[in-house]
């Protein structure tokens, strides 16, 4: 072995980063993260970047800069756990040893996974607000189509915050509405969903938003195929094929997958992600090995906000797991902004029963409002940098 700290992190992003910060709070001094780097990302401005309302320098910071005061930076990627000997094996061949491992890689998006995507993206006829290489792109694409058929989709699960996809779909409506060209615009959305995200407390507003923009949506779809040179999507509707064809400018997500390598740390159930109890987020199998963020297996739909709750109850267990202590549970709080137009956003907070968990209770946060748009675009960034990943939230 190389090295060895009390506690390694896999991953630097809003999970590792903050769970690192909250670790140092509670007094472990001995934490190390695995990232590569160079830079880190606050994800969910990409959306907006793509809807013409954010710069993409202003998401991006070096990775240096969000590591936390106390911790060791290990600047690589982890390529395996070798559980026997309680170590991470990493990509440029150094081992580092661990008392508690804590597994936060998020997830891989896969452009293989529907076929002729990446040379559709190549072509400029699909982009998506999804990827930082191609959120301003959107933008581009978004302002350049003035007449025909396009195609949205919502990426099945798992997916960093899948359902934000809307977010681009309605700010471009609105955008098409505001340059009088939306009647020459035929606005469809595929969705893996029977309602539109099938989260029952903002359906209703979802709902009305399709109508308004006169959006066509296809429920219970994933797109199976693309096809640039003809501009036709085929569609995997519920195990039938449907070909949507003549489309002008595809916005079509990539799917996601976890990373290979967490493989053997997977479950028959856990679709490759790493198979923790999703209650107190300790590894079924490996008492000293825990996961959080997009690459648990915790049973809810990933996004940054549940992040809030997962690193305050995994930096909780692990400090009670070494004083003997009763874990701690995560109710499987999610959270889902999505924009109706350009100047307004609802939130759908649900635990993973989908029961509503609403932040506060003297305001209706699953209706459309201004001010929880500016909130979402200009104070969560901060909230992010200054809060989030200083694990004081
Ligand atoms: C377009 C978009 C919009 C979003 N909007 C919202 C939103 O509005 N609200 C919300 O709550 N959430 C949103 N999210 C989701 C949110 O960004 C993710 O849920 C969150 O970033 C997950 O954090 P994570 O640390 O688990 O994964 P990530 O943020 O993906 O971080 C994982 C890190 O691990 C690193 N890594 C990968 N493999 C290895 C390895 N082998 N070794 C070491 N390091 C590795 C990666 O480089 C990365 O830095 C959005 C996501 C996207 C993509």
New binding site residues.
């Given amino acids: 072995m190389d090295r060895s700290h009390d506690v390694v992190i896999?991953?630097?992003?809003?999970?590792?980063?903050?769970l690192a910060a909250r670790l140092r709070r509670l007094g472990l001094d001995d934490v190390a993260i695995?990232?590569?780097?160079p830079v880190?990302?606050?994800?969910?401005?990409?959306?907006y970047v793509?809807g013409g309302q954010a710069d993409l320098d202003r998401l991006t910071k070096p990775?240096r800069e969000v590591i936390p005061d106390g911790c060791v930076w290990i600047q690589?990627?982890?390529?395996a756990v070798d559980e026997s000997r309680n170590q991470v094996e990493?990509?440029g061949g150094e081992r580092v040893g661990y008392a508690d491992l804590v597994l936060?890689?998020?997830?891989?998006h896969d452009l293989h996974a529907i076929l002729g995507l990446e040379a559709s993206m190549h072509d400029g006829w699909s982009t998506?607000?999804?990827?930082s290489a191609t959120?301003e792109s959107t933008w581009t694409a978004i302002q350049r189509t003035r007449r025909g058929k396009v195609v949205f989709t919502i990426p099945p699960e798992p997916?960093?915050?899948g359902g934000?996809?809307l977010?681009p779909l309605f700010m471009a409506c609105d955008h098409w509405r505001r340059e009088g060209v939306l009647p020459d615009i035929d606005v469809h959305l595929v969705s893996p969903y029977s309602e539109i995200l099938d989260v029952p407390s903002v359906e209703n507003h979802l709902r009305r938003g399709v109508e308004r923009f006169d959006v066509t949506v296809r429920h219970r779809a994933t797109v199976a195929t693309m096809d640039p040179a003809t501009r036709t999507i085929t569609l995997d509707s519920n195990g039938v094929d449907e070909i949507i064809s003549d489309v002008e400018q595809a916005f079509v997500?990539p799917h996601y997958r976890a990373?290979r390598?967490l493989a053997p740390l997977a479950g028959d159930q856990s679709a490759g992600l790493v198979d923790v109890d999703p209650r107190t987020l300790r590894h079924r199998r490996l008492d000293r090995v825990w996961s959080?963020?997009?690459?648990?297996a915790v049973d809810t739909r990933?996004?940054?906000?549940?992040?809030r709750r997962q690193v305050d109850v995994l930096a909780d267990n692990i400090r009670r797991s070494r004083s003997g202590e009763t874990l701690r549970e995560y109710d499987g709080y999610?959270?889902?902004?999505i924009t109706l137009d350009r100047r307004r956003l609802l939130l759908a907070e649900f635990d993973r029963d989908g029961n509503p968990q609403p932040t506060v209770s003297f305001v209706d946060l699953t209706a459309p409002r201004r001010v929880l748009w500016a909130f979402?675009r200009y104070l969560?960034p901060i909230v992010y940098y200054r809060g989030l990943l200083k694990g004081r939230v």
């Fill in positions: 896999v991953g630097g992003g809003n999970a590792g980063i903050s695995v990232a590569p780097g880190h990302r606050y994800r969910p401005l990409l959306n793509a990775q690589d990627r982890a390529a990493l990509e936060a890689p998020g997830l891989e998506t607000a999804h990827l959120a997916a960093p915050c934000t996809a977010k997500v990373p390598w959080l963020g997009d690459a648990a990933p996004s940054g906000g549940a992040l999610t959270i889902i902004p979402d969560e």
